[in-house]
């Protein structure tokens, strides 16, 4: 006798007397449907004989009046052959499509347009902007979906809670809770369960790895698979059978389970904390790109330069230093050599704040030799990154910030295309890539430019981790991550764009993106948000919590792909690369922990 255990048999509901106003009226059955049921009961029959079972059970949701009359009838028809348990299972309920409220002028058989749109607008925020606490009658959805504020709203949770919900079910269901020996499950319910299902083998097909993204995986799969097979205006027919064995037995239930503590875990943060609000915030700066494009005659995020013609705006470099004296001068002629006129470079400030390293620099660095206004500034004590770099700032001259590390080198259009962008579209974070390089490596790379007087060209940044990664295990994040595999940030959020509410790649979120190997900032936004936090000790974090705290301070991340540094691989500043790592760890934390916390 074959084994019935995960073993499944679904039958969709039948149609109701009006589809649509069943969203709000929920009517009664269409007559005429019966020759449905019997196909249905006809596979129940051949099933529950293939595997001698003499005993089904049909479990069901009453929340819908026409779910409660397609199981009775099945029922009815089945108990005249077999055994028959009908059984009203509530935590169905969770698979109800919702009410919609339908305006007052609505006729029965109309078109109703909105309803199309309000499905395509919750797809949009789910997958492509990851935004699964998005949900219809929200300021920001009707914000966006302007649409959904005249037409109807939806009653209910939060999609972050239905997912919850839903998740938690296929988990039991998965772990054999739902299943009898020896007997055939039929779930009788709405599309949503058919498609959670289907979807669920179709990502279990494709070894989806990472937790983070099984909610907006399964909206891509529906969008792309599964929204077109339609069969008699019902998805998949009115019945289909699964076997859920290989899914079952397999890691996809740890999988399954992550996904779920993750979105309980967002669950529990506040809404008025900084978290909360990057929750509810996105990063689409694509309204900036026709007006940006209209100045300049180049996309914010083009990887064409600007013409020089069109100017330069004054801007302050801010270089926090501790024992970098093998690189300074690299770093200071990469700006020497800026592809800017000589009055332009009368309007570049470059603000070197030693950290209370020992070196002064004095019998190295000579500030009149440089066609920008060098100034260094000696700290007695070693005070951190944060603490170097928002004294530079406070001296800063200029109204446009851009911090570079001791080590990273700029190519010859950095300064002109971070001043712009600033300068045109102020109060964003910019960031450009960066090549990590060996200090072996650097003669090699400066030679041939600085002995003409060239300027740097644009690094190849093929394997900067905002561009792709290979993930591991045994990395430090701000989230555990449970397998390695390959991340393209870059190209998986459309250029940061889609990286807002709160969305997880791996263990980087939107605000770690403003890593500071060269990042430009206007200084009234600087002062805005308060400076880099000095809360953060030693190595790591303090630039994303900068970012954090700009987020919710109305800030986009915008990435410049137009320019770009070289990042030389010096010693640890900590001492040994353990200890930098024992510094991040505790970082994270503290990151963690101020992000949660109420602003």
């Not at 007559?31 to 019997?38: A, H, L, P, V």
């Not at 037995?249 to 503590?261: G, H, Q």
């Not at 529990?268 to 309204?287: A, C, H, R, Y």
């Amino acid at each position: 006798m074959e084994n019935t255990k995960y073993n499944l048999i679904c039958v969709r509901h039948l149609q109701d007397q009006n589809v649509l106003k069943s969203y709000g009226l929920d009517g009664p059955l269409v007559s005429g449907q019966e020759e449905k049921i019997t196909r249905a009961v006809e596979t129940i029959l051949e099933t529950a004989k293939k595997i001698d079972s003499s005993r089904v059970r049909i479990l069901y949701t009453d929340k819908t009046l026409r779910v409660k009359q397609t199981a009775e009838m099945l029922a009815e028809v089945l108990r005249e052959h077999i055994d028959v348990d009908l059984t009203n299972e509530d935590r169905l309920d969770v698979f109800d499509q919702g009410e919609m409220l339908l305006p007052e002028n609505y006729k029965d058989g109309e078109y109703f347009d909105p309803l199309m749109k309000a499905w395509d607008a919750v797809c949009d925020e789910a997958y492509e902007y990851r935004n699964i606490d998005y949900r219809f009658g929200s300021g920001h959805g009707f914000k966006k979906y302007p649409i959904l504020a005249k037409s109807f709203s939806r009653k209910g949770e939060s999609l972050r809670d239905l997912l919850i919900r839903q998740y938690s079910v296929l988990l039991d269901l998965l772990k054999g809770n739902f299943f009898r020996e020896n007997e055939v499950l039929i779930i009788c319910g709405q599309d949503m369960f058919i498609l959670l299902i289907k979807e669920l083998l179709e990502l279990f097909t494709e070894d989806v790895t990472r937790p983070e993204d099984l909610p907006y995986e399964s909206w891509k799969i529906y969008k792309e698979r599964l929204q077109g097979e339609n069969n008699d205006n019902t998805p998949f027919g009115n019945l289909i059978s699964f076997n859920l064995s290989n899914i079952a037995n397999s890691d996809f239930i740890e999988l399954l389970t992550i996904a779920i503590k993750q979105l309980e875990d967002r669950k529990l943060i506040s809404p008025s904390s900084i978290q909360g609000v990057i929750n509810s915030t996105d990063n689409d700066f694509s309204e900036f790109d026709n007006e940006f494009k209209n100045q300049t005659g180049v996309a914010i995020t083009s990887t064409e330069i600007i013409n020089k013609e069109f100017g330069f705006y004054p801007i302050s470099v801010v270089i926090p230093y501790y024992n970098s004296r093998s690189t300074i001068l690299d770093v200071l002629q990469s700006i020497e050599l800026q592809n800017l006129k000589k009055d332009e470079m009368k309007r570049v400030e470059v603000i070197i704040v030693n950290d209370g390293w020992k070196d002064d620099l004095t019998d190295a660095v000579d500030p009149q030799s440089y066609s920008f206004d060098l100034k260094i500034i000696i700290c007695k004590e070693n005070g951190g990154r944060s603490v170097a770099r928002n004294i530079g700032a406070q001296s800063a001259k200029h109204d446009i910030l851009m911090f570079l590390d001791a080590d990273n080198l700029v190519s010859g259009e950095c300064l002109r295309e971070h001043s712009i962008r600033n300068r045109l579209v102020p109060n964003q974070l910019y960031t450009s890539l960066v090549a990590n390089i060996f200090l072996e490596d650097v003669p090699k790379l400066t030679k041939s430019y600085f002995d003409k007087n060239i300027p740097l060209p644009i690094p190849s940044v093929l394997n900067e981790f905002r561009v792709k990664e290979e993930v591991r295990v045994d990395s430090v994040g701000i989230e555990k991550i449970k397998k390695n595999y390959s991340i393209e940030i870059l190209k998986e959020t459309n250029n940061f764009k889609m990286y807002g509410y709160g969305r997880m790649i791996a263990y980087y979120d939107l605000p770690s993106m403003y890593a500071t190997y060269c990042v430009s900032v206007t200084k009234d936004f600087f002062d805005r948000v308060g400076g880099f936090s000095e809360k953060f000790k030693g190595w790591g974090m303090e630039d994303s919590f900068f970012g954090a705290e700009a987020i919710v301070r109305g800030a986009k991340i915008i990435p410049i792909l137009s320019c770009g540094s070289y990042s030389v691989n010096l010693p640890s500043h900590s001492g040994s690369e353990e200890k930098e790592k024992e510094e991040l760890k505790i970082n994270i934390d503290r990151y963690n922990e101020l992000k949660r916390k109420s602003l």
